[in-house]
């Protein structure tokens, strides 16, 4: 009797710790994969200005992210480099010689802003909150990609640069730096329509997001119901397993009748 339990919860031990532990670590997937830097929106139309944003949500829970540093790209050199006010946050900019000047409106430019840095007056950002820092950019190139670096500081004192580019579209690395993508612009002419106007785009966007958002939290749920299906299953089996009647202690195995045997 005692040691049929026993044998029960030694495999229950066995085989429900490990799948609970892969439980548990599938439901982290979602919020590893999706908490990077980021430049929102990912893309811009080429040979003009935009407004972008580059939104930093605070992946430690028992710190605050105090200080982004951008850091543009050098070998596309941008013009126009303009920031807005952050409540709680103070923002400088660094500069940079080029030896060969860019045109801008006529003018040749043979300075430029080469990275701006928010730091923190206020807390910062949070445990679970995020945060937008905008740059007006332009003239953007008519089309290519800006591959930014973002050093993004702890109040622990950690530092964690995104500044790394995957070969392979598929495989998203584990620090990947904040990428804008350049469409080139429409042709003069072209008839306008709906998703041209800013209203179009932001519903557009939201679409995006949204589906984004509902691709991304789907696959987890699969793999976390999977698994959950397969601890259950695996706890039964034990169960079953366990509930096997041992063997009588102190029984005694009688021999076999046998016919009489003459004198």
């Known amino acids: 009797m005692f040691h049929n339990n026993s044998s029960q919860r030694g495999i229950l031990a066995r085989v429900g710790l490990p799948i609970g532990a892969a439980v548990a670590a599938i439901l982290t997937l979602p919020g590893l994969a999706q908490a990077h830097v980021t430049v929102q929106p990912g ?84 445990p679970g909150q995020f945060q937008d820092f905008d740059l007006s950019l332009g003239q953007l190139p008519e089309s290519g990609d800006l591959v930014f670096s973002a050093l993004q500081t702890y109040s ?40 041209d106007t800013g209203a179009g785009k932001d519903e557009q966007a939201t679409s995006t997001e949204q589906s984004n958002q509902g691709s991304d939290s789907t696959l987890p749920l699969v793999l976390s119901g999977a698994a959950l299906a397969i601890s259950l299953g695996a706890m039964a089996l034990a169960w079953r397993l366990g509930r096997r009647p041992a063997p009588a202690a102190g029984a005694v195995s009688m021999p076999t009748p046998r016919g009489d045997v003459n004198v």
Do not use: C, Y
């Open 156 to 195: 622990s004192g950690e530092k964690v640069n995104w500044n790394q580019v995957s070969t392979d579209p598929a495989v998203e690395p584990e620090h990947p730096a904040p990428i804008l993508s350049i469409t080139p612009a429409k042709a003069e002419g072209t008839t306008v329509t709906e998703q």
């Open 43 to 126: 893309t811009a139309e080429g040979g003009g200005f935009s407004v972008v944003a580059f939104r930093v949500p605070n992946e430690r829970d028992n710190a605050n992210t105090t200080q982004l540093r951008v850091a543009l790209p050098e070998a596309q050199p941008i013009g126009s480099v303009q920031t807005t006010p952050v409540p709680g946050w103070k923002i400088t900019t660094a500069t940079r010689h080029l030896d060969k000047p860019i045109e801008m409106f006529g003018e040749q430019l043979d300075t430029v802003v080469s990275e701006v840095t928010w730091t923190a007056t206020a807390g910062g950002i949070r």
